[in-house]
Structure formats: structure tokens, C-alpha cells
């Protein structure tokens, strides 16, 4: 079961402007797809201006309270993709211990192999903001972002990092690897954040 936007309302009302909707879930990055030997080699580093910095394993993970929502995503590229599942833990749950500094605003997402993406503390702990580990029941699949991915469905598809494995809180807004080739700094799809020019 999973909760979160109703379904009542037309479909049409939840597809931000020039964007349409598919059923198929589109695979979408730079460069090729990570390959994980052993998830128990695997971790998540939360670090910067915090007063607990964590490296958490799968295990650590998986022991937040379980979350299940329900939500749309909107890619830059033009495809949005109403009505998914997601298992994981709110980012909420995730910060309670970690003592973010007065003094962070940002959180710069890590992903293997170096891709990044930024966003503000808000958007990061906005209340749809997770880490989700499956996609409609399922656990993820390595192109999907195995085992851990952002999903902030608030903003553009882009800034939902998969493979992650950093969370950064930083004083400055860091631009990420799209950020620093054209993308938005925000990446609203309600405003149509898609481009710096924009
Ligand atoms: N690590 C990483 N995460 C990434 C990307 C990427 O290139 N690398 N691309 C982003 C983009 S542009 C989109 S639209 C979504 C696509 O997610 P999907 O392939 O699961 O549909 O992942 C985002 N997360
Ligand atoms: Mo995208």
C-alpha cells in the first residue's frame, strides 16, 4: 500500500507544462552503469556541516523506518511518469540524529563515478524527498540507481541521483554535473526551470 498523492483529479492537472506522460520507465544518465560486486562493500558517507558525520552500510539503511509513497516524475527531457511506488527512507528520518549545522543551506548528492547533483536544504527534506531502495515492489534495478537512489519528485527527474553515496551538507550551492552544463540550479518543472538561460 502505498501512500501519497491521491489519484482522484485529472491526470492532465499533474503534468507540469510541455511535458507528457508515459507508462514506460525510462532509463536516463550520463555514462555507463555501475557495477556492484558486493553490497556489503557498499556505503553511504553523510558528511560536510554536520555535527555526526555517518558512513552508513545497507544494513543501516534498511533499519530507518520503511517508507512507502506514491508519486509522479518529470524528466527535463520531456517525459514524465505518473503513479510510482517507492520503498525507502524519508530523508526526514534519515537527518534525525545527524545535527545539521546552522550555517548548511545546500546538500550536494554523490553519486559513483563522481556525478553530483545540488539542491537546497529544503527541497533535500521536503516532505516527498527520499532514498528509496525499490520501484513498485520491486528492488531497484541496476539501471534504476541499484541500490540506492535520491527521489525528490518535486523537482526535475535529474537532481534524483542513482547509485548514491554521498550526502554533503555545504554552506554554497555546489552546481552538480548537469548544474554545470546548462541545467537549472532549482529544476522546478511547475516553473520550468530547465535550463541556467531559462
Ligand atoms: N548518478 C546519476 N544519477 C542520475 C543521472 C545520472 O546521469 N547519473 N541522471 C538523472 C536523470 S537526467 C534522470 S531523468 C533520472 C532518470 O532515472 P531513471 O533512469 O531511473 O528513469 O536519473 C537521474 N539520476
Ligand atoms: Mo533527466
Given at each position: 500500500?502505498?501512500?501519497?498523492?491521491?489519484?482522484?483529479?485529472?491526470?492532465?492537472?499533474?503534468?507540469?507544462?510541455?511535458q507528457?506522460?508515459t507508462?514506460?520507465?525510462?532509463?536516463?544518465?550520463?555514462?555507463?552503469?555501475p557495477?556492484?560486486?558486493?553490497l556489503?562493500?557498499?556505503?553511504?558517507?553523510i558528511?560536510?556541516?554536520?555535527?555526526?558525520?555517518?558512513l552508513?552500510?545497507?544494513?543501516?539503511?534498511?533499519?530507518?523506518?520503511?517508507a512507502?509513497?506514491?508519486?509522479?516524475?518529470h524528466?527535463?527531457?520531456?517525459?514524465?511518469?505518473?503513479?510510482?511506488?517507492?520503498?525507502?527512507?524519508?530523508t526526514?528520518?534519515?537527518?534525525?540524529?545527524?545535527?545539521?549545522?546552522?550555517?548548511?543551506?545546500y546538500?550536494?548528492?554523490?553519486?559513483e563515478?563522481?556525478?553530483?547533483?545540488?539542491?537546497?536544504?529544503?527541497d533535500?527534506?521536503?516532505?516527498?524527498?527520499?532514498?528509496?531502495?525499490?520501484h513498485?515492489?520491486?528492488?531497484?534495478t541496476?539501471?534504476?540507481?541499484?541500490?540506492?537512489?535520491?527521489?525528490?519528485?518535486?523537482?526535475y527527474?535529474?537532481?534524483?541521483?542513482?547509485?548514491?553515496?554521498?550526502?554533503?551538507?555545504t554552506?554554497?550551492?555546489?552546481?552538480?554535473f548537469?548544474?554545470?552544463?546548462?541545467?537549472?540550479?532549482?529544476?522546478?518543472?511547475?516553473?520550468?526551470e530547465?535550463f541556467?538561460?531559462?
Amino acid at each position: 500500500m502505498y501512500f501519497g498523492k491521491s489519484k482522484a483529479g485529472k491526470d492532465s492537472d499533474r503534468i507540469p507544462p510541455n511535458q507528457n506522460a508515459t507508462t514506460k520507465f525510462p532509463v536516463l544518465h550520463a555514462g555507463s552503469v555501475p557495477y556492484y560486486p558486493d553490497l556489503s562493500k557498499w556505503n553511504l558517507q553523510i558528511y560536510g556541516l554536520v555535527e555526526n558525520p555517518k558512513l552508513l552500510t545497507f544494513e543501516d539503511i534498511k533499519a530507518f523506518p520503511e517508507a512507502n509513497v506514491s508519486n509522479d516524475i518529470h524528466c527535463v527531457t520531456g517525459w514524465s511518469r505518473l503513479d510510482n511506488g517507492w520503498t525507502g527512507v524519508k530523508t526526514s528520518d534519515l537527518v534525525k540524529d545527524i545535527g545539521i549545522k546552522r550555517k548548511a543551506e545546500y546538500v550536494l548528492l554523490h553519486a559513483e563515478e563522481g556525478w553530483t547533483a545540488n539542491v537546497s536544504i529544503k527541497d533535500f527534506l521536503a516532505e516527498t524527498s527520499l532514498l528509496a531502495y525499490a520501484h513498485d515492489g520491486k528492488p531497484l534495478t541496476p539501471e534504476h540507481g541499484y541500490p540506492l537512489r535520491m527521489v525528490m519528485p518535486h523537482l526535475y527527474f535529474w537532481k534524483s541521483a542513482k547509485w548514491l553515496r554521498g550526502i554533503q551538507f555545504t554552506e554554497k550551492n555546489h552546481p552538480g554535473f548537469w548544474e554545470r552544463n546548462g541545467y537549472h540550479i532549482n529544476g522546478d518543472p511547475w516553473k520550468e526551470e530547465r535550463f541556467s538561460f531559462d
